[in-house]
Protein backbone atom coordinates (compact mmCIF):
# COMPACT_ATOMS: atom_id res chain seq x y z
CA UNK A 1 0.00 0.00 0.00
CA UNK A 2 1.42 3.50 -0.75
CA UNK A 3 1.41 6.12 1.75
CA UNK A 4 0.25 9.50 0.78
CA UNK A 5 -0.19 13.29 2.64
CA UNK A 6 -3.54 13.22 1.09
CA UNK A 7 -6.46 11.39 3.37
CA UNK A 8 -10.29 10.59 1.71
CA UNK A 9 -12.00 8.82 4.74
CA UNK A 10 -13.07 5.47 4.01
CA UNK A 11 -16.35 5.82 3.70
CA UNK A 12 -16.39 8.84 0.92
CA UNK A 13 -18.73 9.05 -1.54
CA UNK A 14 -19.38 10.88 -4.65
CA UNK A 15 -22.92 12.68 -5.04
CA UNK A 16 -24.95 14.28 -7.60
CA UNK A 17 -28.42 14.67 -8.73
CA UNK A 18 -29.85 12.80 -6.47
CA UNK A 19 -27.20 9.68 -6.89
CA UNK A 20 -24.70 8.50 -5.05
CA UNK A 21 -21.67 6.45 -5.70
CA UNK A 22 -19.33 4.38 -2.43
CA UNK A 23 -15.90 4.42 -3.29
CA UNK A 24 -13.41 1.30 -2.86
CA UNK A 25 -10.63 1.47 -0.68
CA UNK A 26 -7.97 3.35 -2.07
CA UNK A 27 -4.61 3.68 -0.88
CA UNK A 28 -5.66 8.11 -0.25
CA UNK A 29 -7.84 6.61 2.29
CA UNK A 30 -4.60 5.61 4.43
CA UNK A 31 -2.49 8.74 5.39
CA UNK A 32 0.12 7.22 7.73
CA UNK A 33 2.12 4.49 8.38
CA UNK A 34 0.24 4.15 11.89
CA UNK A 35 -3.26 3.74 9.69
CA UNK A 36 -1.50 1.24 8.12
CA UNK A 37 -0.81 -0.45 10.86
CA UNK A 38 -4.27 -0.47 12.13
CA UNK A 39 -6.00 -1.63 8.71
CA UNK A 40 -3.69 -4.28 9.38
CA UNK A 41 -4.86 -5.40 12.74
CA UNK A 42 -8.36 -4.85 12.19
CA UNK A 43 -9.24 -5.84 8.52
CA UNK A 44 -12.51 -5.56 7.20
CA UNK A 45 -14.07 -8.79 7.49
CA UNK A 46 -16.95 -9.67 4.90
CA UNK A 47 -19.46 -12.86 4.55
CA UNK A 48 -21.10 -14.10 1.37
CA UNK A 49 -23.65 -17.40 1.32
CA UNK A 50 -24.20 -18.99 -1.35
CA UNK A 51 -26.81 -21.60 -1.61
CA UNK A 52 -27.64 -24.47 -3.98
CA UNK A 53 -31.18 -26.07 -3.55
CA UNK A 54 -32.03 -29.55 -3.52
CA UNK A 55 -28.66 -30.92 -2.24
CA UNK A 56 -26.45 -31.93 -4.90
CA UNK A 57 -25.28 -35.74 -6.40
CA UNK A 58 -23.14 -36.45 -3.51
CA UNK A 59 -20.67 -39.26 -5.26
CA UNK A 60 -19.67 -36.57 -7.46
CA UNK A 61 -18.82 -34.17 -4.39
CA UNK A 62 -17.05 -35.71 -1.53
CA UNK A 63 -13.38 -35.71 -2.11
CA UNK A 64 -11.50 -39.45 -1.41
CA UNK A 65 -8.72 -38.25 0.48
CA UNK A 66 -9.23 -36.25 3.95
CA UNK A 67 -6.83 -33.51 5.09
CA UNK A 68 -4.19 -32.15 2.54
CA UNK A 69 -3.60 -32.80 -1.53
CA UNK A 70 -7.07 -34.22 -2.12
CA UNK A 71 -8.50 -34.60 -5.20
CA UNK A 72 -11.34 -32.44 -6.47
CA UNK A 73 -14.29 -34.47 -7.50
CA UNK A 74 -15.78 -34.00 -10.64
CA UNK A 75 -18.71 -31.31 -9.82
CA UNK A 76 -15.80 -29.25 -7.63
CA UNK A 77 -13.39 -29.29 -10.86
CA UNK A 78 -14.25 -26.01 -12.03
CA UNK A 79 -12.57 -25.10 -8.36
CA UNK A 80 -9.23 -26.34 -9.26
CA UNK A 81 -7.63 -23.08 -9.17
CA UNK A 82 -8.91 -23.04 -5.77
CA UNK A 83 -7.61 -25.54 -3.41
CA UNK A 84 -5.80 -23.78 -1.23
CA UNK A 85 -8.43 -21.46 -1.15
CA UNK A 86 -10.69 -24.18 -0.02
CA UNK A 87 -12.12 -25.69 3.57
CA UNK A 88 -14.42 -28.60 2.64
CA UNK A 89 -15.89 -29.95 5.46
CA UNK A 90 -17.72 -33.55 5.10
CA UNK A 91 -20.00 -35.11 7.57
CA UNK A 92 -22.19 -31.64 9.06
CA UNK A 93 -25.58 -32.38 9.83
CA UNK A 94 -28.87 -30.15 9.09
CA UNK A 95 -30.66 -32.33 11.65
CA UNK A 96 -33.22 -30.11 12.39
CA UNK A 97 -34.35 -30.43 8.73
CA UNK A 98 -35.56 -33.88 9.54
CA UNK A 99 -39.55 -34.48 9.98
CA UNK A 100 -40.81 -34.61 13.85
CA UNK A 101 -43.32 -37.37 14.77
CA UNK A 102 -45.90 -36.73 12.71
CA UNK A 103 -45.33 -34.44 10.16
CA UNK A 104 -44.46 -36.28 7.24
CA UNK A 105 -43.21 -34.67 3.97
CA UNK A 106 -42.03 -31.44 3.57
CA UNK A 107 -38.27 -31.92 3.52
CA UNK A 108 -37.58 -29.14 1.07
CA UNK A 109 -39.28 -26.22 3.67
CA UNK A 110 -37.50 -27.75 6.60
CA UNK A 111 -33.91 -27.79 4.82
CA UNK A 112 -34.08 -24.11 3.73
CA UNK A 113 -35.75 -22.90 7.19
CA UNK A 114 -33.58 -24.58 9.17
CA UNK A 115 -30.35 -23.86 8.10
CA UNK A 116 -28.84 -21.14 8.87
CA UNK A 117 -31.17 -20.93 12.06
CA UNK A 118 -30.39 -24.37 13.44
CA UNK A 119 -34.41 -24.51 14.16
CA UNK A 120 -36.88 -26.92 13.08
CA UNK A 121 -39.69 -24.73 11.67
CA UNK A 122 -43.17 -24.47 12.41
CA UNK A 123 -45.49 -26.61 10.07
CA UNK A 124 -47.67 -24.55 8.57
CA UNK A 125 -49.16 -22.71 5.78
CA UNK A 126 -50.61 -19.43 7.48
CA UNK A 127 -49.06 -16.15 8.33
CA UNK A 128 -47.81 -17.75 12.07
CA UNK A 129 -44.24 -18.66 10.73
CA UNK A 130 -41.56 -20.00 13.10
CA UNK A 131 -37.69 -20.74 12.88
CA UNK A 132 -35.23 -19.00 14.28
CA UNK A 133 -32.64 -15.67 13.74
CA UNK A 134 -30.06 -16.89 10.54
CA UNK A 135 -26.73 -16.65 11.31
CA UNK A 136 -26.41 -13.91 8.52
CA UNK A 137 -28.38 -11.81 10.51
CA UNK A 138 -26.68 -12.12 13.31
CA UNK A 139 -23.66 -11.26 11.42
CA UNK A 140 -25.62 -8.08 9.88
CA UNK A 141 -26.77 -7.06 13.18
CA UNK A 142 -23.04 -5.98 14.30
CA UNK A 143 -21.27 -5.74 10.94
CA UNK A 144 -24.27 -3.41 9.07
CA UNK A 145 -23.41 -0.77 12.08
CA UNK A 146 -20.29 0.06 9.91
CA UNK A 147 -22.32 0.20 5.92
CA UNK A 148 -24.77 1.56 4.49
CA UNK A 149 -26.45 -1.81 4.09
CA UNK A 150 -26.79 -3.97 7.01
CA UNK A 151 -27.07 -6.79 4.58
CA UNK A 152 -28.26 -8.06 1.26
CA UNK A 153 -30.91 -10.74 0.64
CA UNK A 154 -30.66 -12.01 -3.35
CA UNK A 155 -31.93 -14.88 -5.27
CA UNK A 156 -32.05 -16.40 -8.68
CA UNK A 157 -35.71 -17.26 -8.41
CA UNK A 158 -38.70 -14.89 -8.05
CA UNK A 159 -39.80 -13.18 -4.44
CA UNK A 160 -42.98 -14.12 -5.20
CA UNK A 161 -44.79 -17.01 -4.16
CA UNK A 162 -45.21 -19.25 -7.39
CA UNK A 163 -45.15 -22.53 -8.17
CA UNK A 164 -45.49 -25.73 -5.53
CA UNK A 165 -44.52 -25.46 -2.08
CA UNK A 166 -43.82 -28.44 -0.29
CA UNK A 167 -47.56 -29.65 1.45
CA UNK A 168 -48.28 -28.04 4.87
CA UNK A 169 -45.35 -25.53 4.78
CA UNK A 170 -45.65 -21.82 3.41
CA UNK A 171 -43.75 -21.04 0.15
CA UNK A 172 -41.69 -18.34 2.54
CA UNK A 173 -39.63 -21.22 4.38
CA UNK A 174 -38.61 -22.93 0.99
CA UNK A 175 -37.93 -19.40 -0.71
CA UNK A 176 -35.76 -17.74 1.39
CA UNK A 177 -32.58 -18.25 4.35
CA UNK A 178 -32.73 -14.94 5.96
CA UNK A 179 -34.81 -14.69 9.24
CA UNK A 180 -34.57 -11.63 10.76
CA UNK A 181 -36.31 -12.53 13.90
CA UNK A 182 -38.36 -15.85 14.65
CA UNK A 183 -40.95 -14.79 13.11
CA UNK A 184 -39.78 -13.17 10.17
CA UNK A 185 -38.23 -14.11 7.12
CA UNK A 186 -36.80 -11.85 4.94
CA UNK A 187 -37.58 -12.14 0.95
CA UNK A 188 -34.82 -12.28 -1.61
CA UNK A 189 -34.41 -9.97 -4.53
CA UNK A 190 -34.30 -11.18 -8.02
CA UNK A 191 -34.10 -8.37 -9.98
CA UNK A 192 -30.81 -6.86 -10.95
CA UNK A 193 -32.32 -3.31 -11.62
CA UNK A 194 -33.57 -3.09 -8.12
CA UNK A 195 -30.28 -4.32 -6.44
CA UNK A 196 -28.52 -2.06 -8.48
CA UNK A 197 -30.64 1.13 -7.42
CA UNK A 198 -30.33 -0.06 -4.07
CA UNK A 199 -26.68 0.16 -4.09
CA UNK A 200 -26.38 2.72 -6.02
CA UNK A 201 -29.60 4.80 -5.71
CA UNK A 202 -33.22 5.90 -7.45
CA UNK A 203 -36.57 6.38 -6.87
CA UNK A 204 -37.30 5.90 -2.96
CA UNK A 205 -40.95 4.84 -4.31
CA UNK A 206 -41.29 1.12 -5.52
CA UNK A 207 -43.91 2.32 -7.85
CA UNK A 208 -43.81 0.94 -11.11
CA UNK A 209 -44.61 4.29 -13.10
CA UNK A 210 -42.19 5.97 -11.08
CA UNK A 211 -39.15 3.15 -12.15
CA UNK A 212 -40.63 3.51 -15.95
CA UNK A 213 -40.13 7.17 -15.61
CA UNK A 214 -36.91 7.36 -14.30
CA UNK A 215 -35.20 4.88 -16.60
CA UNK A 216 -36.81 6.99 -19.96
CA UNK A 217 -34.49 9.83 -18.64
CA UNK A 218 -31.61 7.10 -20.25
CA UNK A 219 -29.24 8.95 -17.21
CA UNK A 220 -26.88 7.33 -15.94
CA UNK A 221 -25.55 6.70 -12.26
CA UNK A 222 -22.47 7.87 -13.20
CA UNK A 223 -23.12 10.45 -15.45
CA UNK A 224 -25.05 12.20 -12.43
CA UNK A 225 -21.71 12.55 -11.06
CA UNK A 226 -19.74 12.82 -13.50
CA UNK A 227 -17.77 16.16 -12.68
CA UNK A 228 -16.80 15.12 -8.90
CA UNK A 229 -15.31 11.91 -10.54
CA UNK A 230 -12.85 14.06 -12.71
CA UNK A 231 -12.58 16.73 -9.85
CA UNK A 232 -11.35 13.37 -7.56
CA UNK A 233 -9.04 11.58 -10.03
CA UNK A 234 -7.53 14.95 -10.79
CA UNK A 235 -6.01 14.59 -7.15
CA UNK A 236 -5.27 11.01 -6.95
CA UNK A 237 -1.71 8.97 -7.69
CA UNK A 238 -1.36 6.71 -10.56
CA UNK A 239 -2.63 3.29 -8.94
CA UNK A 240 -5.46 5.10 -7.51
CA UNK A 241 -6.59 6.47 -10.41
CA UNK A 242 -6.21 2.70 -12.15
CA UNK A 243 -8.15 1.05 -9.39
CA UNK A 244 -11.16 3.78 -9.19
CA UNK A 245 -11.14 3.96 -13.14
CA UNK A 246 -11.54 -0.21 -13.08
CA UNK A 247 -14.50 -0.16 -10.52
CA UNK A 248 -16.06 3.18 -12.10
CA UNK A 249 -16.37 1.07 -15.37
CA UNK A 250 -17.59 -2.40 -13.68
CA UNK A 251 -20.45 0.16 -12.27
CA UNK A 252 -21.15 1.18 -15.95
CA UNK A 253 -21.10 -2.23 -17.45
CA UNK A 254 -23.34 -3.64 -14.67
CA UNK A 255 -25.68 -0.68 -15.88
CA UNK A 256 -25.63 -1.60 -19.50
CA UNK A 257 -26.20 -5.07 -18.88
CA UNK A 258 -29.51 -4.32 -16.61
CA UNK A 259 -30.53 -1.82 -19.48
CA UNK A 260 -29.96 -4.42 -22.00
CA UNK A 261 -31.61 -7.09 -20.32
CA UNK A 262 -34.77 -4.51 -19.53
CA UNK A 263 -34.50 -3.28 -23.48
CA UNK A 264 -34.92 -7.20 -24.36
CA UNK A 265 -37.36 -8.10 -22.09
CA UNK A 266 -39.68 -5.53 -23.58
CA UNK A 267 -39.38 -7.36 -27.35
CA UNK A 268 -39.73 -10.61 -26.22
CA UNK A 269 -42.99 -12.21 -24.33
CA UNK A 270 -41.80 -11.98 -20.74
CA UNK A 271 -42.39 -14.07 -18.46
CA UNK A 272 -44.80 -13.62 -15.55
CA UNK A 273 -42.27 -14.72 -12.43
CA UNK A 274 -39.54 -12.53 -14.26
CA UNK A 275 -40.43 -8.61 -13.93
CA UNK A 276 -38.54 -6.63 -16.19
CA UNK A 277 -34.70 -6.44 -15.19
CA UNK A 278 -33.86 -10.12 -15.51
CA UNK A 279 -31.93 -11.70 -17.72
CA UNK A 280 -33.36 -14.42 -19.87
CA UNK A 281 -30.69 -16.74 -19.54
CA UNK A 282 -29.23 -18.70 -16.40
CA UNK A 283 -25.83 -17.50 -17.30
CA UNK A 284 -26.16 -14.17 -17.76
CA UNK A 285 -28.55 -13.70 -14.46
CA UNK A 286 -25.99 -15.68 -12.43
CA UNK A 287 -23.32 -13.65 -13.30
CA UNK A 288 -24.28 -9.71 -13.05
CA UNK A 289 -26.10 -10.74 -9.44
CA UNK A 290 -22.81 -11.99 -8.72
CA UNK A 291 -21.21 -8.75 -9.98
CA UNK A 292 -23.25 -6.96 -8.10
CA UNK A 293 -22.10 -8.67 -5.16
CA UNK A 294 -18.76 -7.63 -5.92
CA UNK A 295 -19.27 -4.21 -6.39
CA UNK A 296 -21.16 -4.35 -2.96
CA UNK A 297 -18.70 -5.47 -1.55
CA UNK A 298 -16.14 -3.43 -2.86
CA UNK A 299 -17.50 -0.18 -1.93
CA UNK A 300 -18.35 -1.53 1.33
CA UNK A 301 -21.82 -1.29 1.08
CA UNK A 302 -22.53 -4.25 2.75
CA UNK A 303 -20.02 -6.80 4.41
CA UNK A 304 -23.17 -10.25 4.61
CA UNK A 305 -24.45 -11.14 1.48
CA UNK A 306 -26.72 -14.26 1.17
CA UNK A 307 -27.48 -15.85 -2.28
CA UNK A 308 -30.14 -18.27 -3.31
CA UNK A 309 -28.84 -20.20 -6.53
CA UNK A 310 -33.06 -21.26 -6.72
CA UNK A 311 -35.34 -21.88 -4.39
CA UNK A 312 -35.91 -25.56 -2.68
CA UNK A 313 -38.10 -27.45 -4.89
CA UNK A 314 -36.88 -25.15 -7.88
CA UNK A 315 -38.51 -25.71 -11.28
CA UNK A 316 -36.20 -23.96 -13.35
CA UNK A 317 -34.45 -25.96 -16.88
CA UNK A 318 -30.83 -25.64 -18.27
CA UNK A 319 -31.39 -26.15 -21.93
CA UNK A 320 -28.06 -24.10 -22.39
CA UNK A 321 -25.86 -27.25 -20.98
CA UNK A 322 -28.38 -30.04 -22.85
CA UNK A 323 -30.80 -30.38 -19.49
CA UNK A 324 -34.38 -29.48 -20.16
CA UNK A 325 -35.84 -31.28 -17.73
CA UNK A 326 -36.68 -29.19 -14.09
CA UNK A 327 -33.66 -29.54 -11.28
CA UNK A 328 -36.50 -30.33 -8.11
CA UNK A 329 -37.68 -33.71 -10.28
CA UNK A 330 -34.36 -34.51 -11.51
CA UNK A 331 -32.57 -34.48 -7.53
CA UNK A 332 -35.49 -37.30 -7.35
CA UNK A 333 -33.70 -39.35 -9.86
CA UNK A 334 -34.76 -42.83 -8.34
CA UNK A 335 -31.17 -44.26 -9.42
CA UNK A 336 -32.51 -43.75 -13.30
CA UNK A 337 -28.89 -43.64 -14.70
CA UNK A 338 -29.99 -40.48 -17.29
CA UNK A 339 -31.56 -38.55 -14.72
CA UNK A 340 -28.06 -38.58 -12.56
CA UNK A 341 -26.00 -37.53 -15.62
CA UNK A 342 -28.50 -34.25 -15.92
CA UNK A 343 -28.12 -33.52 -12.32
CA UNK A 344 -24.56 -33.93 -12.04
CA UNK A 345 -24.10 -31.14 -15.77
CA UNK A 346 -26.33 -28.40 -13.02
CA UNK A 347 -24.44 -29.12 -10.08
CA UNK A 348 -21.31 -28.34 -12.00
CA UNK A 349 -22.68 -25.71 -13.76
CA UNK A 350 -23.32 -23.91 -10.61
CA UNK A 351 -20.12 -24.45 -9.68
CA UNK A 352 -18.98 -22.54 -12.88
CA UNK A 353 -20.70 -19.65 -12.00
CA UNK A 354 -19.67 -19.57 -8.49
CA UNK A 355 -16.44 -19.89 -9.48
CA UNK A 356 -16.70 -16.84 -11.87
CA UNK A 357 -17.64 -14.90 -8.46
CA UNK A 358 -14.26 -16.53 -7.27
CA UNK A 359 -12.64 -15.17 -10.36
CA UNK A 360 -13.87 -11.63 -9.72
CA UNK A 361 -13.23 -11.63 -5.92
CA UNK A 362 -9.79 -12.97 -6.53
CA UNK A 363 -9.04 -10.26 -9.57
CA UNK A 364 -10.67 -7.50 -6.97
CA UNK A 365 -7.55 -5.63 -4.90
CA UNK A 366 -8.84 -4.91 -1.25
CA UNK A 367 -5.91 -3.03 0.72
CA UNK A 368 -2.81 -5.19 0.46
CA UNK A 369 -4.87 -8.10 -0.72
CA UNK A 370 -7.48 -9.30 -2.70
CA UNK A 371 -11.26 -9.09 -1.87
CA UNK A 372 -11.51 -13.45 -1.36
CA UNK A 373 -8.66 -12.65 1.15
CA UNK A 374 -10.75 -11.01 3.22
CA UNK A 375 -13.90 -12.62 2.28
CA UNK A 376 -15.09 -16.14 4.11
CA UNK A 377 -17.87 -17.33 1.04
CA UNK A 378 -19.81 -20.60 2.10
CA UNK A 379 -21.24 -22.66 -0.94
CA UNK A 380 -23.60 -25.14 0.37
CA UNK A 381 -26.92 -26.64 0.77
CA UNK A 382 -29.43 -27.84 3.42
CA UNK A 383 -29.59 -31.41 1.89
CA UNK A 384 -27.12 -33.92 0.88
CA UNK A 385 -29.11 -36.76 -1.44
CA UNK A 386 -32.02 -34.96 -2.99
CA UNK A 387 -33.77 -38.59 -3.77
CA UNK A 388 -33.71 -39.61 -0.31
CA UNK A 389 -34.22 -35.94 1.32
CA UNK A 390 -31.19 -36.69 3.42
CA UNK A 391 -30.11 -33.49 5.40
CA UNK A 392 -26.95 -35.13 6.50
CA UNK A 393 -23.57 -35.22 5.42
CA UNK A 394 -24.07 -31.95 3.62
CA UNK A 395 -22.21 -30.38 1.12
CA UNK A 396 -20.15 -27.75 2.65
CA UNK A 397 -17.46 -25.30 1.54
CA UNK A 398 -15.41 -22.52 2.65
CA UNK A 399 -13.68 -20.09 -0.06
CA UNK A 400 -11.53 -17.40 1.29
CA UNK A 401 -9.27 -16.43 3.69
CA UNK A 402 -11.30 -14.67 5.72
CA UNK A 403 -9.00 -11.61 6.55
CA UNK A 404 -6.58 -14.46 7.49
CA UNK A 405 -8.89 -16.32 9.77
CA UNK A 406 -9.57 -19.37 7.74
CA UNK A 407 -6.87 -21.99 6.58
CA UNK A 408 -7.80 -23.11 3.34
CA UNK A 409 -6.31 -26.51 1.52
CA UNK A 410 -7.90 -28.95 3.52
CA UNK A 411 -10.22 -31.80 3.54
CA UNK A 412 -11.91 -31.87 6.58
CA UNK A 413 -14.48 -35.37 7.47
CA UNK A 414 -16.89 -35.36 10.48
CA UNK A 415 -17.84 -38.71 12.02
CA UNK A 416 -21.10 -39.24 9.88
CA UNK A 417 -22.35 -41.00 13.12
CA UNK A 418 -21.98 -38.00 15.21
CA UNK A 419 -24.01 -36.00 13.32
CA UNK A 420 -21.91 -32.64 14.44
CA UNK A 421 -24.44 -29.93 13.48
CA UNK A 422 -23.89 -27.46 10.51
CA UNK A 423 -24.75 -24.93 13.06
CA UNK A 424 -21.65 -25.61 14.82
CA UNK A 425 -20.11 -24.23 11.49
CA UNK A 426 -21.70 -21.24 11.68
CA UNK A 427 -20.97 -20.46 15.47
CA UNK A 428 -17.39 -20.62 13.86
CA UNK A 429 -17.39 -18.62 11.18
CA UNK A 430 -19.73 -15.74 13.50
CA UNK A 431 -16.29 -15.87 15.73
CA UNK A 432 -13.99 -15.55 12.41
CA UNK A 433 -16.09 -12.95 11.73
CA UNK A 434 -15.82 -10.67 15.26
CA UNK A 435 -19.38 -11.59 16.27
CA UNK A 436 -19.19 -14.51 19.08
CA UNK A 437 -22.05 -15.88 20.54
CA UNK A 438 -22.62 -18.79 22.48
CA UNK A 439 -24.88 -20.78 21.06
CA UNK A 440 -26.69 -20.84 18.01
CA UNK A 441 -29.93 -23.25 17.40
CA UNK A 442 -29.19 -26.83 18.07
CA UNK A 443 -24.91 -26.55 17.98
CA UNK A 444 -23.26 -27.99 20.47
CA UNK A 445 -20.03 -26.24 20.08
CA UNK A 446 -17.81 -24.85 17.20
CA UNK A 447 -15.51 -26.28 14.71
CA UNK A 448 -12.04 -24.94 15.62
CA UNK A 449 -10.03 -26.56 12.92
CA UNK A 450 -10.91 -24.04 10.55
CA UNK A 451 -7.75 -21.83 11.33
CA UNK A 452 -5.25 -24.60 11.75
Known amino acids: MIITKMHLPRRTFLRGLGASVALPLLDSMVPALTAVRLTAAQPVRRLGIVYVPNGVYMQHWTPAAD ?43 RAAGAYLTGVHPKKTEGADLRAGRSMDQIAARALGTETQLASLEL ?23 CWSSPTTPLPMENNPRVVFERLF ?50 IRDAERRIQMAESQSERELPVVDQPAGVPSTFEAHAKIMYDLQLLAFQADLTRVITFMVGHETSQRAYPEIGVPDAHHPLSHHGGNAEKIEKLIKVNRYHVEMFTYYLDRLRA ?10 QTMVLYGSGMSDGNGHLHHDLPTMIVGKGAGTIQGGRHIRYPREHETP ?5 VSMLD ?21
Open 422 to 426: VANLF
Open 201 to 250: GGNESTDPEAWRARREEDRSILDAVGDKVLRLQGNLGQRDRRKLDEYLEA
Open 155 to 177: SLESRESVGSCDPGYACAYANTL
Open 432 to 452: KLGVPVETLGDSTGSLEPLSL
Open 67 to 109: GRGFALPSTMGPLAGYRDDMLVLTGLSNKMGDAWPGEGAGDHA
Open 364 to 373: TQDGDGSLLD
